[in-house]
């Protein structure tokens, strides 16, 4: 990695696939390419320091081959960097592997860091040319001329976004590696200021150096699972690194857009309309190690990390209003309060005085800055009741700079801090809890059988009623908002959702004693989506949900899977039946009057309902989305949108956005009509997929198929998550198989099933072009299908996915699956009428041709790896020794094209 590691320029590849072109000089940008040269040069002595230059010579040639081969997709060129694969040591396979890890993080963070020179580039306020789900300007703009400047402002007022934090797929790379590039990437930003002198640029570069020397020498596996509190404090550095900040920015960007930047000091117009949510440390599907004891412990830690975040936010803007009474009187209500906290707390308040003379503002918000603090402590005396108290404070503050005219003080940092307590309260992210409908009636069974109550139950059953106490607990410690939402996987009928509050009365003694439950039915499979509506019909009936609503303005959520849907019945299929569900439901939240949330449980890769956000929002049906979005936001997805603060806020701003945007009659009007007008085509779409999927994986000897063929055994080994691989634990099957391993052991084989099978024959099917054609510019669902399914496409290798297909030993599954993707691949290119893939998306074919050969050269070693553990004949030759450093070789391997396709599933 001395030169520059790119693909070289070169022309059309001798089969002809366009889309299997490399990567040209003039697609990557210069300062993208020289940080990317820059820093594989580095990685080069590295390299060549800690493992000699034969070490560097060796992954010279196997990048060399690999790019050769990416080029000419010649089969003997594969074949030469298979061989010379082959030839490794184990030893050295493992350094080489870690080695191209190490190149795509570095890769990874070079990108990032370019996404951010754009970001920082473009005109923030630019409407024309802007795309209305891009940018919260050109929304507004654009949806004041449909409805009008008021209404416009009000569906603004009305704005909610809602992001659900979960932990899985976590991130295949350690939280130490994590850290270790986020040094880097800071380094590199500094590298990248041209007012950085000749001294200061060279001591960059020996800190950057010595960084990525760490990242070499830091050990990339996991060696023990993270629990869930590992979990926990994961996503905590998140929220101290960016979000907590990037918060505010957003709120006083879509101020800036409705009132426009060089507006004099107003009171603000946009309001608090992000509410996190988080899984993590509350999801017990499936995970034994989610108790109730660590739910409560996950509260506590969310609560400290937001608590010091105000506490320190509230001190630093108190110190900076040294405002002299003189020029700016307190009001009388911030006179009172300022009595009433030296009632509180007669000697802090006099050392405050003391250090704030004549300066009633300052005085004030230190003071609440030591009852934050107070409040951290669980110092009753002086902590603060809830966040309502603390804004209360605040808001005083805010209206006596007012009435003393410093509008900007009141309008500017105060009014940040105010958005901060709104958006995170004092437990930051509420913590929903999600539990399957069987463990439900388990534990109902479990209670009626049971002759000496609650003590001779099961310890499953035990749990069940736990997390109703510690749910109560929260509430009364944290405020409602900290604990209401229980999620029940698979719900499949009313019965469920009555489940629960039978269940919370018995575990709190009474009905009175209950906590305040807003219960969330999610529907997953096929059968379950279409049964939705039944379903709901049901439930508004049973009084503990009719009652809440009652007190909601008749307010719902409906969550939606995308995961385990697709895995029954298709990619195809289950776009289409959550389409229809969306829309069935939305029709019947507007005959009953519900105002309606849909929650998407989306996933980061595209067989997990992946894909932009930004792009789903404008194609659902009309009246699912109404100004209110929520979804999952998982694992590496967490870190690509919100590790960066100019990104977080710009991911941010682009579901405000779209969201925004989804409520305008022209966007509706047309997704209603393109859904009426192709509905035939629809029709044939999931019956042809569906028939295809079905004819794969429902072959005899599929599932075990599906194992040796992939890495998906070793994927258990691999410790992403607290969560367990499987409900269950036999590979005759794949219903007790989870989704994110279903579709992470695809994506490894370089095949990407779980995001495309069964589209090119349905597209065939129809064979009309020109309909295709058609469809694909006026009806958005469809176009979204396909330029997803062209973007799973891009990822895949015909080459290496013949080799791991090659391990099952079953030419006829094997044939299936080859010739589905070629046949995919000619229709998806058909219905895009594009030349290759990815045409319109000029940034992401960039990013996959860029990686395309160097995941190459890892697959290679983790098909080396499988072949020996796949192989019987080696299996009875090869010791204990040799089988866990061919294991460890895989698993570095894995950990190496996570990091190169970026997602694991």
């Known amino acids: 990695m001395t030169n520059a590691p790119l693909p070289n320029p070169a ?63 010649g089969e003997a060129s594969i074949e030469d960097a298979e061989a010379l694969v082959e030839g490794f040591t184990l030893e050295r396979a493992e350094q080489v592997a870690r ?74 790379r350690r939280r130490a590696v994590a850290y270790s590039i986020r040094r880097i990437s800071e380094l590199v930003a500094e590298h990248d200021d041209p007012r950085l002198g000749a001294l200061a640029r060279s001591e960059n570069e020996r800190e950057l150096l010595a960084e990525i020397d760490t990242l070499w020498r830091t050990q990339p596996l996991r060696a023990d699972r ?13 929220f101290d690194q960016t979000v907590f900040q990037v918060i505010p920015r957003v709120y006083r960007l879509i101020d800036e857009r409705l009132a426009g930047a060089d507006a004099p000091p107003r009171p603000p ?117 809830n966040p309502d108290a603390l804004l209360n404070d605040l808001r005083i503050v805010q209206r006596s700079l007012e009435q003393a005219g410093d509008l900007r003080n009141a309008y500017g940092e105060v009014q940040h801090l105010i958005w901060q307590v709104e958006t995170f309260g004092f437990h930051l992210a509420e913590l929903e809890v999600r539990q399957h409908s069987k463990v439900h009636r388990q534990t109902l069974q479990a209670i009626a059988a049971s002759t000496h109550g609650d003590d001779d139950l099961d310890e499953m059953s035990t749990e069940v009623l736990d997390v109703f106490r510690v749910i109560a607990q929260l509430q009364s410690r944290y405020g409602v908002d900290a604990a ?132 789903a929002v404008l194609a659902q049906p009309p009246g699912s989305v109404d100004g209110r979005f929520k979804l999952t936001e998982q694992g590496e997805v967490i870190f690509a949108q919100y590790g960066d603060p ?11 956005a779209a969201t925004l945007m989804a409520s305008a009659p022209s966007i509706g009007e047309r997704n209603a009509t393109a859904a009426t007008e192709f509905a035939d085509l629809a029709a044939r779409l999931d019956r042809v997929s569906r028939e295809r999927f079905f004819e794969l994986v429902r072959a005899d000897g599929f599932a075990p198929w599906f194992g040796r063929v992939t890495p998906q055994e070793e994927i258990g080994l691999l410790a992403l998550g607290s969560r367990p ?44 072009e020109k309909l295709l054609q058609d469809a694909y510019k006026r009806w958005p669902l469809f176009r979204t299908m396909i330029e997803n399914v062209e973007m799973s496409l891009a990822k895949t290798d015909d080459r290496l996915a013949r080799r791991y297909l090659g391990l099952g030993d079953r030419d006829d599954l094997a044939d299936l699956v080859i010739d589905e993707m070629a046949l995919t691949r000619e229709w998806a290119l058909k219905t895009s009428g594009a030349s290759e893939l990815l045409a319109g998306k000029p940034v992401l074919r960039r990013a996959v041709r860029l990686r395309s050969p160097y995941v190459d050269a890892l697959s290679l070693l983790q098909l080396r790896a499988l072949r020996a553990l796949r192989s019987d004949a080696d299996a009875s030759t090869i010791d204990q020794t040799q089988q866990d450093e061919l294991r460890r070789l895989l698993l570095l391997s894995v950990n190496g094209v996570a990091a190169g396709l970026q997602n694991t599933g």
């Open 226 to 238: 993270p629990t869930p509190l590992d979990e926990v404090r994961t996503a905590m550095n998140i």
């Open 484 to 615: 209401r939402r229980y999620i029940i996987s698979f719900t499949q009928s009313a019965e469920d959702i009555a489940n629960v509050y039978r269940l919370a009365e018995h575990a709190l003694g009474s009905a009175d004693a209950v906590p305040v439950l807003d219960v969330i039915p999610l529907f997953e499979t096929f059968d379950d989506l279409n049964a939705s509506t039944d379903i709901l019909d049901e439930m508004i009936t049973i009084p503990e949900v009719a009652a809440r609503l009652a007190k909601t303005d008749r307010r719902l959520e409906v969550m939606l899977g995308y995961s385990d849907s697709s895995k029954d019945v298709g990619p195809v299929s289950a776009t289409l039946a959550l389409y229809d569900a969306q829309a069935r439901i939305a029709q019947w939240a507007e005959r009953n009057d519900i105002v309606l949330t849909l929650f998407h449980g989306r996933g980061g890769a595209l067989g997990r309902g992946g894909g932009p956000a930004n792009e």
């Open 99 to 172: 080695a191209f890890t190490c190149y795509f993080h570095l890769v990874n963070l070079a990108e990032e860091r370019h996404r951010v020179r754009v970001l920082l580039a473009r005109d923030p306020g630019a409407i024309d040319g802007a795309r209305p789900a891009e940018s919260f300007a050109s929304a507004f703009a654009a949806l004041s001329v449909e409805v009008g400047d008021d209404e416009a402002r009000r569906r603004v007022a009305e704005l909610e976004f809602r992001p659900v934090l979960t932990a899985h797929p976590t991130e295949a």
């Open 269 to 385: 117009q946009s309001r608090s309309f992000v509410r996190f949510g988080s899984w993590i440390g509350a999801d017990r599907d499936g995970n034994p190690f989610v108790t109730a004891k660590i739910t409560r412990k996950a509260a506590a830690i969310a609560s400290e990390h937001v608590l010091l975040g105000l506490e320190r936010a509230t001190d630093r803007i108190g110190r900076t209003l040294t405002l002299d009474a003189g020029d700016t009187p307190a009001s009388q209500e911030l006179a009172e309060l300022w009595r009433s906290q030296r009632g509180l707390a007669e000697d802090l308040a006099a050392d405050v005085a003391t250090r704030s003379p004549n300066e009633p503002h300052r005085r004030v918000l230190l003071v609440a800055a030591e009852r934050i603090a107070a409040t951290r402590r669980r110092d009753a005396d002086l902590a603060y009741e």
């Open 725 to 768: 691989a499987r409900r269950g634990l036999s590979l005759e099957s794949l219903e007790d198989l989870r989704a994110i391993p279903w579709v992470f052991a695809w994506t490894q084989a370089r095949i990407n099933l779980t995001g495309w099978f069964g589209l090119g024959s349905a597209l065939a099917a129809v064979g009309d």
């Open 11 to 73: 022309t059309a590849s001798a089969n002809g696939d366009p889309e299997s072109r490399p990567l040209r000089s003039g697609d990557v940008p210069e300062a993208l390419r020289s940080d990317v040269r820059f820093l594989g040069e580095l990685l080069g002595r590295v390299l060549a320091e800690s493992g000699g230059q034969d070490l560097l010579d060796d992954v010279e040639k196997l990048r060399a081959l690999t790019i050769g081969a990416y080029e000419r997709k």
């Open 646 to 656: 100019v990104i977080a806020v710009r991911h941010l701003e682009q579901i405000a």
